[in-house]
């Protein structure tokens, strides 16, 4: 902590003495806006800048016009600033922010900037188990946990506040002779002492769902040892499973709405008292309260008593309150009834009130409209609200299982009515294993008030300018916007809503939303209980995404798998991509190379010598048993169960509709069993179709199916002379086109170690692929690079397996396929058996849109420059001059390279009819110029298919 500097700039000329519950022995010094200004363990931000003086904040986003600190926790529609230190982050309310030492800040207007390094420390989840959550640590709600602790239940006990009491901390209340706050002292530390009771504080229970399940946001420190935290930047999700979730979150008070009601030092009364009770600022030194409720009459009495003069209370009742008149009276404080403040004057902050007409001089402008309670989580739960005309307000409207609203949040609003309805929730809970909730005593006995007065319940004030009267202050959403979206028809609140905007800021309307529910009901002749609020939605503050992602983040939220030759890889100088969860290489460059000078040498490697593939991320599925033969011929299109020992088939799998979801190959191991071998990122998916098939459709099928991916490690070793490197590697093979024939494989030993070999080619050269166990993966892919050196082996990663591949036209399913294309979309006809009864998908194939001879087929394309790679995903349209939009298109690329082999680019596409289209130019609009294409055949590298042998 530092030591109180001496400059003007860092007095706090707003501090009461002896008043707040900050550690005024301990100075802490931040930054805001630049200027360097000092405050106390226990303040906010907000109530450091009030002491100071300091009321504008920011400027509102869309006018600019000032903005400062209007209310003094989660409802403040305007405070927002961006921290920068100790962790940067955007759209933060000044009025929420604990104060540390070394906070920097800044108001912000809209938008604000994320942390350029991210830490995943920052953030955790947490998840606990409770018969009772009661949410909120106020009054209502210490009694509730306080009733079912003693019963022995386990509580968890969550308020967003740094300390609990809730309102009692902003307030001058006494309970049992004593201040308010010596009740709540107690209270906290006998939950302390009980057993299985877990007490959150600085928690925001945000999001309430089904069957008692709550998501809170704990903004936590490593160091929270003295009376000043740290930092609070880091935060914990706790996912809480309750019984019984206990709503006691209190009400927020509701402003009044009048011309100029946006600037700097016009605040909620409540607000008011909760800074100077609880921070020991004043607001103000000269101040007006505009009210239609009792409760501002508090405030302007304590702000007396503290050395602001009020100038007037403006009471818009036709008679003042008789005790609190008599209170103000006792004061000096003039009360105004039966009038209103119409409008205000000043620039940076308030200068003026006006009273009907007369301009009233002031700094600080009270303003009470009531109170809305905080009903979000048990709307949330889907719980219906019903209209209280007296107070202007929408409280619980039904009885929901295993919920209890309690306390102001249930239209509650006196304090011996609080504690008594804490302990009706708690009672009500029995449902949720607790036995015998008995009372906490005998209920603390608060010392009576002067009385309570009905509001009035008034949502503007008529005179003025409605485009200067704002309903939401973070929208800059005026009387005028509500009343041009009745006037285009807008009838309910739903729609006024995203008409203006109102509600969907920071705040989601928590001061805006009732009045904009009300003022709209006034324009038009409706009563407000039948137009209601808008839907109430998590979360209830807002919540960063990384908070919710908590550390499942990079490597912890997408495990990141890598195959047995990573470390080889890395050491090489791979350039890898994520393929599914798999880091695979995608080029090996060498000193000087881009990618497409890397894969150009690659694939003139595997087209003219010998390369090699890490292809071990291919999914691989053990099939065994009886009946796996029947399986398979039911998931694939062509046959299975005819494939001999010895030898591996190429399948193609549909879904119900006939549809492409996954191609591979299919290895024959033995009469019982079979390895199937599917794409890379749909390993997964595959499996879990399979199984769903056998579990809930073919249950009598004796199969098993299980994931092999890891534990064998498989190289494509490709090209002309690859039949040299394995014939080196494994002498015991005989190697040879007769001995050796496509699709087939063989096992043999190498240094002990089972290795299977299969004469599979996804490149159209000669190819052997070699399967090994995982743990010799490293020892073999030496020992066939060492054999290769003669050769020229090269290396090669999948951009270079996909230029060879397309060259020979073979699809990418996912790629050259979107879920609208069938196989003999592809021209694979030929993979789909005529022979077989049934398998999935056979029936769509007799669709009439199946049959459409119009459907896109994956054809080949040439630029005609010879020199254009064609963006995947560019369109294709049949026309040489682009006509008026819209533009008919034939198709898309799906797949487009630079060949080393044809010595130009090419592209795969999917074109209406493509195959009738075969040597027809067609167009790609491209960079507002259309560039000629030749439509060829998928086939561009050895279409007759010789080089496959060697």
């Given at each position: 902590?530092?030591?109180?500097?001496?400059?003007?700039?860092?007095?706090?000329?707003?501090?009461?003495?002896?008043?707040?519950?900050?550690?005024?022995?301990?100075?802490?010094?931040?930054?805001?806006?630049?200027?360097?200004?000092?405050?106390?363990?226990?303040?906010?931000?907000?109530?450091?800048?009030?002491?100071?003086?300091?009321?504008?904040?920011?400027?509102?986003?869309?006018?600019?016009?000032?903005?400062?600190?209007?209310a003094?926790?989660?409802?403040?529609?305007?405070?927002?600033?961006?921290?920068?230190?100790?962790?940067?982050?955007?759209?933060?309310?000044?009025?929420?922010?604990?104060?540390?030492?070394?906070?920097?800040a800044?108001?912000?207007?809209?938008?604000?900037?994320?942390?350029?390094?991210p830490?995943?420390a920052?953030?955790?989840?947490?998840?606990?188990?409770?018969?009772?959550?009661?949410?909120?640590?106020?009054?209502?709600?210490?009694?509730?946990?306080?009733?079912?602790?003693?019963?022995?239940?386990?509580?968890?006990?969550?308020?967003?506040?740094?300390?609990?009491?809730?309102?009692?901390?902003?307030?001058?209340?006494?309970?049992?002779?004593?201040?308010?706050?010596?009740?709540?002292?107690?209270?906290?530390a006998?939950?302390?002492?009980?057993?299985?009771?877990?007490?959150?504080?600085?928690?925001?229970?945000?999001?309430?769902?089904?069957?008692?399940?709550?998501?809170?946001?704990?903004?936590?420190?490593?160091?929270?040892?003295?009376?000043?935290?740290?930092?609070?930047?880091?935060?914990?999700?706790?996912?809480?499973?309750?019984?019984?979730?206990?709503?006691?979150?209190?009400?927020?008070?509701?402003?009044?709405?009048?011309?100029?009601?946006?600037?700097?030092?016009?605040?909620?009364?409540?607000?008011?008292?909760?800074?100077?009770?609880?921070?020991?600022?004043?607001?103000?030194?000269?101040?007006?309260?505009?009210?239609?409720?009792?409760?501002?009459?508090?405030?302007a009495?304590?702000?007396?008593?503290?050395?602001?003069?009020?100038?007037?209370?403006?009471?818009?009742?036709?008679?003042?309150?008789?005790?609190?008149?008599?209170?103000?009276?006792?004061?000096?404080?003039?009360?105004?009834?039966?009038?209103?403040?119409?409008?205000?004057?000043g620039?940076?902050?308030?200068?003026?009130?006006?009273?009907?007409?007369?301009p009233?001089?002031?700094?600080?402008?009270?303003?009470?409209?009531?109170?809305?309670?905080?009903?979000?989580?048990?709307?949330?739960?889907?719980g219906?609200?019903?209209?209280?005309?007296?107070?202007?307000?929408f409280?619980?409207?039904?009885?929901?299982?295993?919920?209890?609203?309690?306390?102001?949040?249930?239209?509650?609003?006196?304090?011996?009515?609080?504690?008594?309805?804490?302990?009706?929730?708690?009672?009500?809970?029995?449902?949720?294993?607790?036995?015998?909730?008995?009372?906490?005593?005998?209920?603390?006995?608060?010392?009576?008030?002067?009385?309570?007065?009905?509001?009035?319940?008034?949502?503007?004030?008529?005179?003025?300018?409605?485009?200067?009267?704002?309903?939401?202050?973070?929208?800059?959403?005026?009387?005028?916007?509500?009343?041009?979206?009745?006037?285009?028809?807008?009838?309910?609140v739903e729609?006024?809503?995203?008409?203006?905007?109102?509600?969907?800021?920071?705040?989601?309307?928590?001061?805006?939303?009732?009045?904009?529910?009300?003022?709209?009901?006034?324009?038009?002749?409706?009563?407000?209980?039948?137009?209601?609020?808008?839907?109430?939605?998590?979360?209830?503050?807002?919540?960063?995404?990384?908070?919710?992602?908590?550390?499942?983040?990079?490597?912890?939220?997408?495990?990141?798998?890598?195959?047995?030759?990573?470390?080889?890889?890395?050491?090489?100088?791979?350039?890898?991509?994520?393929?599914?969860?798999w880091?695979?290489?995608?080029?090996?460059?060498?000193?000087?190379?881009?990618?497409e000078?890397?894969?150009?040498?690659?694939?003139?490697?595997?087209?003219?010598?010998?390369?090699?593939?890490?292809?071990?991320?291919?999914?691989?599925?053990d099939?065994?048993?009886?009946?796996?033969?029947?399986?398979?011929?039911?998931?694939?299109?062509?046959?299975?169960?005819?494939?001999?020992?010895?030898?591996?088939?190429?399948?193609?799998?549909?879904?119900v509709?006939?549809m492409?979801?996954?191609?591979?190959?299919?290895?024959?191991?033995?009469?019982?069993?079979?390895?199937?071998?599917?794409?890379?990122?749909?390993?997964?998916?595959?499996?879990?179709?399979?199984?769903?098939?056998?579990?809930?459709?073919?249950?009598?099928?004796?199969?098993?199916?299980?994931?092999?991916?890891?534990?064998?490690?498989?190289?494509?070793?490709?090209?002309?002379?690859?039949?040299?490197?394995?014939?080196?590697?494994?002498?015991?093979?005989?190697?040879?086109?007769?001995?050796?024939?496509?699709?087939?494989?063989?096992?043999?030993?190498?240094?002990?170690?089972?290795?299977?070999?299969?004469?599979?080619?996804?490149?159209?050269?000669?190819?052997?692929?070699?399967?090994?166990?995982?743990?010799?993966?490293?020892?073999?892919?030496?020992?066939?690079?060492?054999?290769?050196?003669?050769?020229?082996?090269?290396?090669?990663?999948?951009?270079?397996?996909?230029?060879?591949?397309?060259?020979?036209?073979?699809?990418?399913?996912?790629?050259?396929?979107?879920g609208?294309?069938?196989?003999?979309?592809?021209?694979?006809?030929?993979?789909?058996?005529?022979?077989?009864?049934?398998?999935?998908?056979?029936?769509?194939?007799?669709?009439?849109?199946?049959?459409?001879?119009?459907?896109?087929?994956?054809?080949?394309?040439?630029?005609v420059?010879?020199?254009?790679?064609?963006?995947?995903?560019?369109?294709?349209?049949?026309?040489?001059?682009?006509?008026?939009?819209?533009?008919?298109?034939?198709?898309?690329?799906?797949?487009?390279?630079?060949?080393?082999?044809?010595?130009?680019?090419?592209?795969?596409?999917?074109?209406?009819?493509?195959?009738?289209?075969?040597?027809?130019?067609?167009?790609?609009?491209?960079?507002?110029?259309?560039?000629?294409?030749?439509?060829?055949?998928?086939?561009?590298?050895?279409?007759?298919?010789?080089?496959?042998?060697?």
């Amino acid at each position: 902590m530092s030591e109180l500097a001496s400059e003007s700039s860092m007095q706090s000329e707003f501090r009461v003495p002896a008043r707040g519950r900050i550690d005024r022995g301990t100075t802490c010094t931040f930054t805001f806006n630049g200027e360097r200004l000092t405050g106390h363990p226990g303040d906010t931000l907000a109530s450091a800048l009030l002491a100071h003086g300091r009321h504008r904040v920011t400027t509102s986003i869309a006018l600019g016009r000032p903005r400062g600190i209007a209310a003094a926790w989660a409802e403040d529609p305007s405070g927002l600033v961006q921290v920068e230190e100790p962790f940067p982050e955007p759209m933060l309310l000044a009025t929420t922010i604990e104060l540390t030492d070394g906070l920097v800040a800044r108001g912000v207007a809209g938008q604000g900037r994320l942390a350029e390094v991210p830490d995943s420390a920052r953030y955790d989840a947490k998840h606990a188990h409770a018969d009772l959550l009661v949410v909120g640590a106020g009054p209502a709600g210490l009694v509730a946990a306080l009733t079912a602790a003693r019963a022995g239940a386990r509580v968890v006990l969550v308020d967003e506040q740094s300390e609990a009491g809730g309102s009692l901390l902003g307030s001058t209340d006494i309970l049992d002779g004593a201040p308010a706050c010596e009740w709540v002292a107690g209270a906290v530390a006998e939950l302390a002492g009980l057993p299985d009771v877990l007490h959150l504080q600085r928690t925001t229970a945000f999001g309430h769902y089904d069957d008692g399940f709550v998501l809170a946001l704990e903004r936590r420190t490593d160091h929270l040892g003295t009376s000043a935290p740290r930092n609070l930047s880091r935060q914990r999700v706790w996912r809480i499973r309750a019984g019984h979730v206990v709503i006691a979150t209190g009400a927020h008070e509701r402003p009044v709405v009048f011309s100029d009601n946006d600037r700097p030092g016009i605040m909620l009364a409540g607000a008011a008292r909760t800074f100077l009770h609880r921070y020991g600022v004043l607001a103000g030194r000269d101040a007006v309260v505009f009210t239609t409720d009792d409760a501002a009459y508090a405030a302007a009495l304590d702000l007396a008593d503290a050395g602001a003069r009020v100038h007037a209370v403006v009471d818009a009742r036709p008679e003042a309150p008789p005790g609190w008149r008599v209170e103000c009276e006792r004061r000096g404080i003039p009360v105004r009834a039966g009038e209103v403040v119409t409008g205000t004057r000043g620039g940076d902050r308030i200068t003026h009130a006006l009273v009907g007409r007369e301009p009233v001089a002031c700094d600080l402008l009270l303003v009470s409209g009531g109170w809305n309670p905080a009903v979000h989580l048990f709307s949330q739960a889907r719980g219906r609200l019903r209209h209280d005309a007296d107070l202007g307000a929408f409280l619980p409207g039904e009885e929901l299982p295993g919920v209890t609203v309690a306390g102001s949040a249930n239209g509650v609003f006196d304090l011996a009515g609080c504690l008594r309805d804490g302990r009706r929730a708690a009672r009500s809970a029995r449902a949720a294993g607790i036995e015998a909730v008995s009372g906490p005593g005998t209920l603390p006995e608060p010392e009576p008030g002067p009385g309570r007065t009905p509001p009035l319940v008034l949502w503007r004030v008529p005179e003025g300018d409605p485009g200067t009267q704002f309903v939401d202050v973070a929208r800059d959403a005026t009387v005028a916007d509500i009343a041009r979206a009745v006037g285009a028809g807008m009838r309910s609140v739903e729609h006024v809503k995203r008409y203006t905007t109102i509600g969907t800021a920071h705040d989601q309307g928590k001061t805006s939303g009732v009045i904009a529910s009300g003022i709209t009901a006034e324009l038009l002749g409706a009563p407000v209980e039948g137009l209601g609020t808008t839907t109430f939605r998590p979360p209830y503050t807002p919540v960063a995404f990384a908070a919710l992602a908590g550390r499942q983040r990079g490597a912890l939220f997408d495990p990141e798998r890598t195959t047995a030759l990573h470390d080889w890889h890395v050491a090489h100088g791979a350039v890898f991509e994520d393929v599914g969860q798999w880091k695979r290489p995608r080029y090996y460059p060498q000193p000087g190379e881009d990618m497409e000078t890397a894969v150009l040498r690659e694939c003139a490697a595997a087209r003219t010598g010998v390369g090699i593939l890490d292809g071990s991320t291919l999914g691989k599925i053990d099939v065994h048993g009886p009946d796996a033969a029947v399986l398979l011929d039911r998931i694939y299109t062509n046959m299975m169960s005819s494939l001999k020992v010895g030898f591996v088939r190429y399948g193609v799998m549909c879904g119900v509709d006939g549809m492409v979801i996954d191609d591979g190959t299919v290895l024959r191991a033995a009469e019982d069993r079979f390895l199937v071998y599917t794409t890379t990122g749909g390993a997964a998916k595959v499996l879990d179709w399979m199984e769903e098939w056998l579990q809930t459709e073919w249950p009598g099928l004796r199969v098993h199916l299980t994931s092999v991916t890891e534990q064998w490690s498989t190289f494509p070793v490709v090209g002309p002379r690859s039949r040299d490197v394995i014939g080196a590697v494994f002498p015991g093979v005989d190697v040879s086109a007769d001995a050796f024939p496509f699709m087939a494989w063989r096992d043999t030993v190498l240094d002990g170690a089972g290795v299977r070999i299969a004469r599979v080619s996804f490149s159209g050269e000669l190819a052997y692929e070699v399967n090994v166990s995982s743990w010799y993966a490293p020892a073999v892919w030496e020992r066939l690079l060492a054999a290769g050196r003669p050769h020229g082996i090269t290396p090669y990663g999948t951009e270079t397996m996909h230029v060879l591949r397309a060259e020979k036209g073979y699809p990418i399913i996912g790629q050259d396929t979107d879920g609208t294309v069938t196989p003999h979309d592809l021209g694979m006809s030929w993979a789909v058996s005529k022979k077989k009864p049934d398998f999935v998908g056979k029936r769509s194939f007799s669709r009439q849109e199946n049959q459409n001879p119009l459907r896109k087929q994956l054809v080949g394309l040439l630029p005609v420059d010879r020199r254009t790679v064609l963006p995947e995903g560019a369109q294709i349209v049949g026309c040489d001059v682009l006509p008026e939009p819209p533009v008919p298109m034939l198709g898309h690329v799906t797949s487009s390279y630079r060949s080393a082999e044809l010595g130009r680019p090419f592209a795969l596409a999917l074109v209406k009819a493509g195959r009738t289209r075969i040597g027809e130019i067609l167009h790609v609009p491209l960079g507002g110029a259309l560039v000629p294409v030749e439509v060829t055949g998928s086939v561009l590298v050895d279409p007759e298919g010789a080089r496959r042998d060697g």
